[in-house]
């Protein structure tokens, strides 16, 4: 496995690599990798010649300059992590290449953005997201991007993005990993005691019970919101960002569940903001 | 020449020359071609082993739909004049192909867009420029990008994404071309009178006057303005929608003229709304 660390070699490898007609996978991150990531990694090996694993804590995402400086950061473990699951090369730009001081443009998708962690986080979260994937895209030039469910709205922007500005590659998003008691796989897990890591459960819990009354015949969403908060609310001392249903395609709040919804829901669990969410078809 | 009207086959095509390493040359035009583009197309022709030049009338740029209804559209006549310059390429996608119904993603350029024709025209116009100059760049994906002078902001503008995305190309800025009497080319002066034409003529005067001025040691902005505006208004019925002596780099106003400026001005001939440009250095 090859590192590089300056996007000028990074782009001019891609370059080489398109002119041989080999295929790359993406699998872009912020490190303090977890099975969600290798994941994502395996399938990328399964399904492309070269793998390239991007490194790299976004600063311009963060809306909390303190959620920044607490993001875990792990490299070596990473590296180590990221070969054995079949990278190839391991891009790890350091934030002044990849962001220039005067620094001025920007990629916004607009509507999609307009929900869940695009409201609770500020708007200028998903533009951190989009203008930094567009960067990557443009420095790694894959044919597949890979993405995980768990930031299900991440992956839905990037996907219209990708489309709305036609960037030659294909978006494959893979299911959430979960540890064995169901919490979803998440680089910010690191920073919970061992109490907390008790009560974030309670996000999972929730998804699962939402989940149960669907499939059971509930069609209000209010009546499965209110249970699922409940739920959270009982199990720990957690604050809840935010827990709506909503569509599969736009992300508007849905109101009667008729068909696919996707229960969506972000808690602070002490000052660490965990997120988790689940297809839900009421069909099943 | 092949003409090619599908987004998937431009791409395709794009890649498959990527994979031979032939260099692309990409000329994006509006179409209603003349000495300036054709200047840029046999420019690109020069330097590269495939060059492709679009032509779309980008719907999105225009703040003012009549302005978009009334803009020459001369496919025909574009066709054989960009064969003849050197163009191997000509993609001439349909509006509904590059926009989706639920488009909703935008690049933007923040500051350098907060001057000139970004004032006058409003903010939507470089959104619209950069968005759909991102969609070309993914969509051909070229090695060079070539633009007028004669738009001398969108060039500027172009640079700045081209630099903080790092798209993987080169955007070269070439000279503006002029008739014989001094008029930039532009594809509106098809729209103007014959009486227009002359009067049109008092921009390219002004910007001459102003010159002369700075290379006669005068260092107000102020005092060139005014005498560039007093040429205008007395050359003609013509209203000044700006009139700007500006930074190079970063397009702010100068009040005292020490060092390179761009003399910037847009005009309106009749509903025709004209824009000119020169670099004037005063230790010249």
Redesign the interface.
């Given at each position: 496995m090859k590192q590089i660390t300056s996007?000028a070699e990074m782009?001019a490898e891609?370059?080489q690599l398109?002119?041989r007609?080999v295929t790359i996978g993406l699998v872009p991150t912020m490190g303090a990798l977890h099975e969600g990531h290798l994941s994502l990694i395996r399938k990328a090996a399964e399904e492309n010649d070269e793998v390239v694993v991007s490194i790299f804590v976004n600063p311009i995402q963060f809306n909390d300059s303190k959620d920044l400086d607490n993001y875990p950061r792990t490299l070596e473990e990473d590296l180590a992590l990221a070969e054995d699951a079949g990278a190839t090369i391991v891009f790890t730009p350091e934030a002044e290449h990849m962001y220039?001081s005067?620094?001025?443009?920007?990629?916004?998708?607009?509507?999609?953005t307009n929900h869940l962690c695009g409201i609770a986080r500020g708007s200028g979260h998903f533009i951190g997201v989009?203008?930094v994937v567009?960067?990557l895209f443009?420095?790694v030039?894959p044919d597949v991007a890979y993405f995980g469910q768990k930031d299900a709205q991440q992956a839905l922007v990037i996907q219209?993005?990708v489309?709305?500005?036609?960037?030659?590659l294909k978006v494959e998003i893979c299911p959430i990993i979960r540890e064995k008691d169901g919490l979803a796989m998440s680089s910010r897990n690191k920073r919970l005691t061992d109490e907390q890591r008790e009560e974030a459960l309670a996000l999972f819990g929730a998804l699962e019970l939402g989940k149960e009354l669907i499939e059971s015949g509930e069609k209000n969403s209010l009546t499965v919101i209110n249970q699922m908060c409940e739920h959270i609310l009982a199990h720990g001392d957690i604050e809840i960002d935010y827990m709506n249903i909503v569509s599969t395609e736009t992300l508007d709040d849905v109101e009667t569940i008729d068909e696919m919804v996707l229960l969506a829901g972000a808690v602070f669990v002490g000052d660490v903001r965990l997120i988790d969410n689940m297809l839900v078809d009421p069909a099943c």
């Open positions: 996007v782009q891609a370059r398109l002119k007609d220039h005067d620094n001025e443009t920007m990629v916004q998708v607009t509507r999609l989009c203008t567009a960067k443009n420095i030039h219209r993005m489309r709305d500005l036609n960037f030659p």
